[in-house]
């Protein structure tokens, strides 16, 4: 697997941004700089729309399995409005504060709530505001006992339900990022009725198929992953990368100045994307945010989708468990072609999580794809999804123009 062909083409890129990435910072100030300030790194997302003049709610939405989910909402403007409501789905290791950390202007959640829409943000189980359960601690193994597969069986349901429920609609608008992508699927291919609930769904770098991403660092730790996590089990830690109130002076700590070329590296390599599109004071910022806790059987089962490129349930790596579970050795392949609902897709060229391979072979699977739409700038990476600099002009203002097309505005 590593012959020296591969060892370049996986060291390559990196050894070119050792190249760059001392002159960011100058090329790095000069346009769309975000209407931000490091004190956001410290705000809840509730207390950051409040701050940017949006009126926003905090729901509590209860799921089939007794989790008691955060569920913010910033109220459309205007009564009789005739679009359907959003309800919009994070990352990976992240929160809500995907569609609101750079803030007025650029952020998707303000974009929205600007142009008249009722805008609904989800926040999966586990992260820093969805830590209730009706029964388990949060220090239980049981609360931590769930993967996307959970995330996409039961937390996107209530949310959906939930939304219709109080805006009184028959239907909604879906928007995800990667993982949200990921759950969004589960849900519609496990519960089929729910097609039904979604005018559309708009995907930002769909990560159902991940098997030919490019990361040097990632390859790494998806080949270690079994043990990794093996390891952790033993040691009885369920909770992968928890939010700590501190991790803003932490992180800063970690990547001061000169070490921060190294910190750039590691994402870059991960994600994709180019210095320039990655403001330095919004990674500041982003670090008091992100990661927001997950469970290590979660990131397991991401592993599990790196590493096989089969989009199925949680392999235990043991027949005999497997057939406990799912009363056969094989693991469950969740059915795609029960997605029925009509589908955008976004993605990028430079996205080194998701590559454009993977999301071609999805957009083979898919019976209803609307349109499939490259971002224009081809070193956009993976983060620059929700944080790059150039996110309004390479992709949320054609976003925005397809959901009022879809609402026949
Ligand atoms: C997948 O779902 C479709 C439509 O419900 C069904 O016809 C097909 O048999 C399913 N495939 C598998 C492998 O279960």
Redesign the pocket.
């Known amino acids: 697997m590593f012959g020296g062909k591969m060892l370049l083409k996986m060291f390559g890129p990196v050894l070119l941004l050792c190249s760059v990435v001392p002159f960011v910072r100058s090329i790095g100030n000069k346009s769309h700089s975000f209407l931000v300030v490091d004190e956001d790194a410290l705000l809840t997302t509730p207390q950051l729309i409040r701050k940017y003049g949006y009126e926003v709610e905090e729901h509590e939405v209860r799921t089939e399995d007794g989790y008691l989910l955060a569920m913010y909402r910033i109220p459309p403007r205007h009564l009789g409005s005739r679009r359907y409501p959003i309800f919009l789905m994070h990352s990976l290791l992240s929160t809500s504060a995907d569609w609101v950390l750079i803030g007025r202007n650029h952020g998707l959640a303000y974009l929205l709530a600007d142009l008249g829409y009722d805008v609904w943000m989800g926040n999966a189980r586990g992260n820093r505001y969805s830590r209730k359960h009706e029964r388990y601690a949060i220090t239980s193994v049981e609360f931590w006992d769930f993967t996307w597969h959970e995330i996409g069986l039961y937390d996107v349901p209530a949310f959906i339900d939930y939304v219709l429920k109080q805006t009184d609609s028959r239907k909604l608008h879906f928007i995800g990022y990667s993982q949200g992508t990921i759950v969004v699927f589960v849900a519609l ?1 496990e519960r ?1 009725e729910l097609n039904e609930k979604l005018v559309q769904m708009q995907l930002l770098s769909p990560a159902i198929y991940l098997k030919e991403f490019d990361s040097f660092l990632l390859k790494l730790i998806v080949m270690s992953c079994d043990e990794i996590v093996a390891r952790l089990t033993a040691s009885q830690i369920y909770e992968f990368t928890p939010y700590f109130e501190y991790q803003y002076f932490f992180f800063k700590r970690l990547c001061p100045s000169p070490a921060q070329r190294v910190c750039r590296l590691v994402i870059f390599d991960v994600v994709g994307g180019y210095p320039e599109n990655l403001d330095v004071k919004l990674l500041r910022i982003l670090l008091g945010h992100f990661p927001a806790g997950v469970s290590v059987k979660q990131i397991h089962h991401v592993c599990q989708l790196f590493r096989d490129g089969i989009f199925q349930q949680y392999d235990y790596g043991n027949p005999e468990i497997n057939l406990q579970r799912y009363g056969s050795t094989q693991v469950p ?1 969740y ?1 795609v ?2 997605v029925k609902a009509p589908v955008r897709i976004y993605y990028s060229y430079g996205d080194r999580l998701v590559n454009y391979r993977n999301v071609l072979q999805l957009q083979q699977e898919l019976s209803n794809l609307v349109s499939s739409y490259p971002v224009p700038d081809k070193r956009f990476g993976h983060s620059d999804f929700a944080y790059g600099r150039n996110v309004k002009e390479m992709l949320y203002d054609e976003m925005l123009a397809n959901l009022e097309q879809a609402d026949g505005l």
């Open positions: 291919s089929p392949k059915n072609s029960r």
